[in-house]
């Protein structure tokens, strides 16, 4: 498998596993990926929120992990990527202001490379005007906003062309499977080691 240079655009209280699920299940399978943010520079963090149900209206949020960032966003140059990752929590909504990302997130559908965005991570891609006459998904209370920016909500992991997107971290499973198909990453490994195996 050729290894791909994947990007990645988080913030301050970003979903933690939408963060840190997706950064280390790529790097497991052979990819390197960059995680920016701006305003900020390589080695510093962000923090990051878990989000989950118990009972209410909505999601219950609560404190993450602080999430160490690998590059710089302003030194990054997106031409020199072969992916593009975006997580959602609360994050999008203010990294959807930011010039920089807006225009890193147009490169990847202008240049066809596939983009991997789930949940809150859908208010990125229309700001962006990317996901007009797309097929997306996103967290179930974003559907107004995906059909607002042109797009067909789909409930579910689905991928349209080079986008592939999911509701929430529940659908990482299909989510990050589906968009290796589009990175056309083909995992070869040995036999599986077992404890009997080792006993014998």
Known sequence: ???????????????????????QALQAVGHEVDAVCPEKD???TV????????????YVESRGHNFALTASMDEVDPTGYDGLVLPGGRAPEYL????????????????DKP??????????????????GRTCSAYSA??????????EYYDGVTTDGNLVTG??????????????????????????????????
């Open 47 to 58: 923090k990051t929120a878990v989000h989950d149900f118990r009972g209410d209206q909505t």
């Open 142 to 151: 974003l559907e107004s906003d995906v059909e607002g920016a042109g797009g």
């Open 1 to 23: 498998m050729s290894s791909k240079q994947l990007l990645m655009i988080v913030g301050d209280f970003g979903e933690d596993y939408e963060i840190m699920v997706p950064f």
């Open 42 to 44: 390589e080695g510093d």
């Open 96 to 111: 959807r202001t930011h010039d920089e990302v807006l225009d890193a997130v147009r490169h990847f559908f202008e240049e």
């Open 167 to 200: 509701r929430d971290w529940s659908d990482h499973v299909e989510w990050i499977a589906q968009f290796l198909d589009v990175l056309g990453t083909e995992i070869e490994h040995g036999a599986v080691a077992t404890a009997e195996a080792a006993e014998d």
């Open 115 to 132: 983009v991997a965005a789930i949940c809150h991570a859908a208010q990125i891609l229309a700001a962006a005007d990317v996901i007009g």
